[in-house]
């Protein structure tokens, strides 16, 4: 069972342990696992047509936040689970949810799935009385996926972490790349044309696209800068350091996120360097 709210207002971001509504069609239960990269915590989306006992549920969260797994699970019949991308606070949990709900996984990656097929990009989901359709957004991660659901003409986006509900997002050099997340950030205006937007982290929108062309408009923004302190260096982007122009382009930054903002730089430092390449 979930929590009850403490008043007869309806819940609002951040509210742990309660199911709190966003559409006719999507809830969202907030998992307790706040931080630098994480926000208020994982937000594991809860997905059902109006009058339906089965749902989809999607990001169980890290490992470890069994009252979490509990109550999700205690929700409803799982016809489904789906993972936006590989990181652990949203993959950590499946193994727990498995034991709790037997539900089949489905994820981009072959890596994460359990009695179902990796998904594939353009391809219609329908479970739930939901309509879902995958559409592949790499850039933050390679295996990142946004899902575009469709109900009675309501359209909502889930973007993981492709696009967060507040601040911006750290692209993973690892396996992730600023032109890919540029062409998802493209992709996502245009296939989320009103579309919510129920993100993996921070706070619910009720429009996509102004908040996914700020987010282009930002990149593009950082993008000019980081050209401008190269010149100021006058130095190329293949041979920059990432942390020497962190110090200058996060200069009024708290120290701590600085790490981070070194994935977003080695990233541009990447895209501006096969830029000058291709010139």
């Known amino acids: 069972m979930t929590d009850s709210p403490t008043s007869s207002e309806p819940p609002t971001h951040p509210a742990y342990g309660v199911l709190r509504e ?3 069609f999507a809830s969202v239960m907030l998992c307790d696992n706040p931080g630098t990269m994480e926000l208020d915590g994982t937000n594991t989306w809860v997905l059902r047509a109006p009058g339906h006992d089965e749902i989809v549920v999607v990001d169980p969260g890290p490992k470890g936040k069994k009252d979490h ?8 019949r799982v016809e489904l689970l789906l993972i936006t991308h590989r990181h652990h606070d949203h993959t950590g949990g499946i193994k727990g949810f498995r034991k709790r709900t037997g539900a089949p996984v489905r994820a981009w990656s072959s890596k994460f799935c359990v009695d179902a097929p990796p998904l594939d990009d353009r ?3 329908e479970a739930a009385g ?3 359709t995958v559409l592949h957004t790499p850039g933050h991660t390679a295996d990142s996926v946004s899902l575009l659901v469709d109900h009675d003409g309501d359209r909502a986006v889930l973007t993981g972490d492709t696009i967060l509900g507040a601040g911006t997002t750290v692209l993973d050099p690892a396996d992730g790349g600023l032109r890919d997340y540029m062409n998802s950030l493209n992709r996502l205006i245009v296939e989320g044309s009103d579309a919510a937007l129920l993100p993996g982290h921070g706070t619910d929108h009720d429009d996509l696209t102004p ?18 302190i190269l010149a100021e260096m006058k130095t190329s982007a293949a041979a920059a350091k990432p942390m020497k122009v962190v110090k200058r382009a996060y200069a009024d930054v708290d120290k701590k996120l600085w790490p981070a903002a070194r994935m977003s730089v080695k990233a541009q430092l990447t895209y501006l360097a096969q830029e000058q390449e291709n010139r």
């Open 123 to 125: 391809e219609v989901i």
């Open 211 to 228: 908040v996914a062309r700020y987010y282009k408009s930002h990149r593009e923004g950082r993008l000019d800068q980081i050209r401008e």
């Open 22 to 24: 966003v559409t006719p």
């Open 69 to 76: 797994l509990d109550r999700v699970a205690a929700l409803g």
């Open 130 to 132: 939901l309509r879902i």
